[in-house]
DNA sequence: CTACGTGCAAAGCTTTTGCATGGAA
DNA sequence: TTCCATGCAAAAGCTTTGCACGTAG
C-alpha cells in the first residue's frame, strides 16, 4: 500500500522503518520511542536534541520521553538512516529527516541562523567521483555553507515594519 | 620580498599576518599568542585545542601558554582567516591552516580517523553558483566526506608486517 | 595611569552513563 | 525468568568566563 504522508515518496512510514530497524537489534519499539518519531515527523524542519527534551520530557506530570530516552533514541534513529546531522549550532547537533526527502545541503546564514535548502547532486556526483579515485567508500556528507543571506544583506534599510512610509 | 616557506603561496608570514589583524583590533601580538602561533604553523597537520595546550601549557616550569589563552587564541586565529574548524573529532573540534594553502576538503575515514585532503574548485564553483542563486554572501564552507578509506576498507589481509609470506 | 592580557579555577553546556526499577515475552 | 528499557542523577569532557594580578605604552 501507499504512503498517505503526500509529500513524502516512501511507501513505509518512518515509524514502521524504525520497528523493522529495532527488530533486526532486537529492539522494541517501546511507546517512548515511538513517540519520539512520531514527534520528529510532525514536521520537516531542523531540530535538536533540546527542542523535543521540551516538548517531551518538559511536562511534569504527562512525560513521554526523558531526557536520556530522547537522546538515545536519536542516535538509533540515525543508525536506522531515518535522520542525520546537518549542522552545529549554539553548541548543539542540528538534526533533520534523513529519510523520504530528496538529498540537499544547507546554506546558513551567521546573522539570524537561518538554514536554506538546496538539492545537492552535483555535489554528489563531484564527491563520487573524487572518492572513486581515493578508493574511499563515501557512506555520506555533511556540507555547512556559511555567509549572509538575502535578507540579513538588505542595507540597513530598516526592517519593515507595518508603516514603511514617511 | 618573497616567503621563505616554499610551499606557501605567500608573501606575509603567518605571524605577521596575525600581527596586522591585531593591529586592527588594538591588540598586541604577545609572546604567549606568537607561541601558539609558531607552534599551529610549525607543521601543516590537522589539529585540536588539546594538542595545543599539551605541549605549550604543559610543562609546569615553562609554560608557553595557558589553557584559556590557547583557546583565546584560536578564537582570534579563526577571525583572521588564518585557520578554520574542518572538521569535529572526539568531540573536539578539528582545525587546520587556512592560509597560504590552496582550497581543499576533507575524506574522513570512520574507521581509521584518517584525513585525506582533496581539492575543491569543482565544489566551490558549484556552491559559488547556488550561493548566487539565493542571493546568499557565501563566506566559506565546511565539508566532511564520511566514508571507509581505501586502507581500511582492504578485506582483513593482516595489517602488514615484517614478513607477509607464510 | 589605563587598557589589554594572562593564568587559575570554577562554571557552563550538551551529551553520556551507571544503576535500580519495571515490564514484555 | 530473562532481557530490554526507562528515568534519575551524577559524570564526562570540551570550552568559556570571572577575577585579580601583571605589564606594555
Redesign the interface.
Same mark, same amino acid.
Given at each position: 500500500m501507499v504512503s498517505q504522508l503526500g509529500t513524502m515518496n516512501v511507501t513505509v512510514a518512518p515509524v514502521d522503518k524504525f520497528r523493522e530497524f529495532l527488530l533486526t537489534k532486537k529492539m522494541r519499539l517501546t511507546p517512548e520511542r515511538e513517540a519520539v518519531v512520531t514527534a520528529i515527523y510532525s514536521s520537516h524542519d531542523h531540530f535538536d536534541a533540546d527542542q523535543w527534551i521540551d516538548s517531551l520530557a518538559g511536562r511534569k506530570g504527562s512525560m513521554l520521553a526523558s531526557r536520556s530516552t530522547v537522546y538515545r533514541t536519536l542516535h538509533l534513529l540515525q543508525e536506522a538512516g531515518l535522520i542525520r546531522k546537518v549542522a552545529?549550532a549554539n553548541d548543539r547537533e542540528v538534526y533533520e529527516h534523513d529519510y523520504g526527502y530528496p538529498q540537499h545541503d544547507h =546554506?546558513i546564514?551567521?546573522k539570524c541562523g537561518d538554514m /536554506?535548502e538546496?538539492p545537492n547532486e552535483? /555535489?554528489s556526483s563531484? =564527491?563520487e567521483t573524487?572518492?572513486k579515485?581515493? $578508493?574511499?567508500?563515501? &557512506? $555520506?556528507?555533511? =556540507?555547512?555553507?556559511? $555567509? /549572509?543571506?538575502?535578507n540579513c &544583506?538588505r542595507p540597513p534599510q530598516r526592517t519593515h515594519r507595518k508603516l514603511d512610509m514617511i
Open positions: 552545529r =546554506l546564514c551567521k /536554506i538546496f552535483m /555535489i563531484v =564527491l573524487v572518492a579515485e581515493h $578508493g574511499f567508500r563515501m &557512506s $555520506g556528507h555533511r =556540507l555547512e555553507v556559511e $555567509g /549572509i543571506c538575502a &544583506s
